[in-house]
């Protein structure tokens, strides 16, 4: 069974950081691609970012320049650094996994990003 597991979430001030990871058993990590997603108060979830089998990442324009994808398949994890954060960044953000065994979320990790 494939269980996702976000970690890093918070509390940061406006222009602050964060790490985020999410990580992946019962598959093989390396063969999945990872997506992260956000959902804030009232709103629906949205992309934030995703990067596939080989390393490639893809951003929201809204995060884009600010947030950095990567992955680690040796730890099986993937990272969401999150700089220069501002307000509107503030949400529950969940990873994604999706290859061969199917795919799965994880239950979400909250990020507040408040002076």
């Known amino acids: 069974q494939v269980q996702v597991l976000e970690s890093g979430g918070g509390l940061a001030q406006p222009g602050g950081s964060l790490r985020l990871s999410c990580t992946a058993s019962g598959t093989i990590f390396s063969r999945n691609g990872i997506m992260w997603s956000r959902q804030a108060p009232g709103k629906q979830r949205e992309f934030v970012a995703t990067i596939g089998t080989l390393g490639h990442g893809n951003y929201a324009d809204s995060v884009r320049g600010r947030f950095t994808i990567s992955r680690d398949d040796a730890r099986s994890t993937v990272y969401l650094q999150m700089n220069s954060l501002k307000v509107e960044d503030t949400a529950v953000y969940y990873c994604?996994?999706?290859?061969?065994?199917?795919?799965?979320w994880g239950q979400g990790t909250q990020v507040t990003v408040s002076a």
């Open positions: 994604n996994v999706t290859g061969p065994d199917g795919d799965f």
